[in-house]
């Protein structure tokens, strides 16, 4: 995986001849979460044909995939925090037990809390196709005069493969930039190294997110799934404080002749 991102490889499929993995080496997510699907050709449950389609020439070139990873991604962090909300360590969420206080009104807090323990909600996302991406828009073909020129559109990049590094290399942000964040009531703190690695805590992780996981990690347990560029906050040149993904779109947004 990490040959693939320095390689410039966005899509990487790892198989044995029955089991093929499918990740996304560009996405911005720790390493585990890459994965944007997995199928087995012998079990037909896994819809290996639908899956392993969208590898081929014409749907790459359409970037079906890609809109696929996008509902992939957008699906898997509303089931995140789904289950954040029902989460049966530790207290439910104050928000959810306020929500069915109102809808219940013969129920107390406290009885609410205690049957959210018990209860064990499932949530999952069904395997999502092409039914649920946007069509692809094709352009009529206009001929032209062979002198007239061609303007070839500029290429832009997706949010999700810009890197803190590009960040730092193009003078969007200053290393070592102090990273922070107040959660659950308990103050944050990282920094951004010179090569876009992130540190908290003595530690070093290779995203921003792999390292707010870990930092959630401290006060709530475990490695939650967290995206780094709405999680962490900085102060720009002007002293403003702003959630990283600013410093993100102020790299998309460059002048052309910057880039």
């Known amino acids: 995986m990490g040959y693939a991102s320095v390689a410039g490889v966005e899509w990487v499929v790892l198989t044995d001849g029955d089991e093929y993995r499918i990740y996304n080496s560009h996405a911005t997510v720790p390493v585990e979460e890459k994965l944007f699907r997995s ?32 509902v992939h991604f957008v699906d898997r962090q509303v089931q995140s925090a789904l289950h954040l909300l029902f989460a ?3 207290e439910p969420d104050p928000s959810l037990v306020r929500l069915l206080e109102k809808r219940i009104d013969a129920l107390k807090a406290g009885e609410i809390k205690a049957s959210l323990r018990r209860i064990d909600v499932q ?15 094709r352009k009529r073909s206009v001929k032209r005069s062979p002198k007239q020129p061609v ?4 290429k832009t990049k997706a949010a999700s493969q810009v890197s803190l590094q590009q960040l730092v290399t193009a003078g ?8 922070f964040k107040k959660y659950k009531g308990v103050e944050l703190k990282a920094t951004v190294l010179e090569n876009g690695t992130v540190e908290f805590d003595g530690r070093v992780y290779d995203s921003c997110s792999t390292a707010g996981a870990y930092a959630r990690g401290t006060v709530v347990g475990g490695a939650p799934s967290t995206n780094g560029w709405s999680f962490w906050k900085y102060h ?24």
């Open 39 to 70: 199928v087995t050709v012998s079990d037909a449950s896994t819809k290996p044909a639908e899956t392993l389609a969208l590898l081929s020439k014409s749907q790459m070139k359409d970037r079906q995939i890609n809109r696929m990873w996008d």
């Open 88 to 90: 049966r360590e530790g």
């Open 123 to 137: 949530v999952s996302c069904p395997l999502t196709l092409e039914a649920d991406a946007a069509p692809v828009q």
């Open 151 to 154: 303007a070839l559109p500029q």
């Open 172 to 179: 969007i942000v200053s290393a070592p930039l102090a990273l």
């Open 236 to 259: 720009d040149s002007n002293g403003v404080a702003r959630v990283l993904d600013f410093a993100r779109q102020a790299y998309l947004q460059r002048p052309a002749d910057e880039c």
